[in-house]
């Protein structure tokens, strides 16, 4: 599967962003699709994940402000970012994987990736 991300850009305090993450090659319900991001100077960490069968989880930081959602017929999974603060800048990034659903927060055990769309909250 190709995993495109976008929708990416300059947000302010307190705004909201969605991201997408669009398949190709494959079906995305076949797949645990995760987000992750990369802050600057820090190491990748987890976000969210849809699971094929519709189960979500959220890390911690953004639980309560972050909603992953999928859309089957544009073979696509969404990332809705609200309350955004300064913490939440980095670079986004979806992957796939068929991993349990124990494991999906684990960056490696992601066997496919997308390019990272970059999110920037500032004033």
């Known amino acids: 599967v190709q995993l495109q991300a976008y929708g990416g850009g300059l947000v302010q305090p307190g705004g909201s962003l969605t991201l997408s993450c669009a398949a190709s090659g494959s079906n995305v319900r076949t797949y645990t699709i995760t987000w992750f991001r990369q802050a600057p100077g820090k190491e990748r960490e987890f976000v969210a994940a849809f699971g094929w069968s519709g189960n979500r989880k959220y890390s911690d930081p953004v639980k309560g402000r972050f909603t992953v959602s999928r859309d089957t017929a544009k073979n696509s999974v969404y990332l809705q970012m609200n309350g955004l603060n300064s913490e939440d800048t980095a670079v986004y990034y979806c992957?796939?994987?068929?991993?349990?659903?124990?494991?999906?927060?684990?960056?490696?055990?992601?066997?496919?990736w997308g390019q990272g769309t970059l999110v920037t909250v500032s004033s």
């Open positions: 992957a796939a994987t068929t991993t349990i659903w124990g494991r999906v927060t684990e960056e490696n055990v992601q066997r496919y």
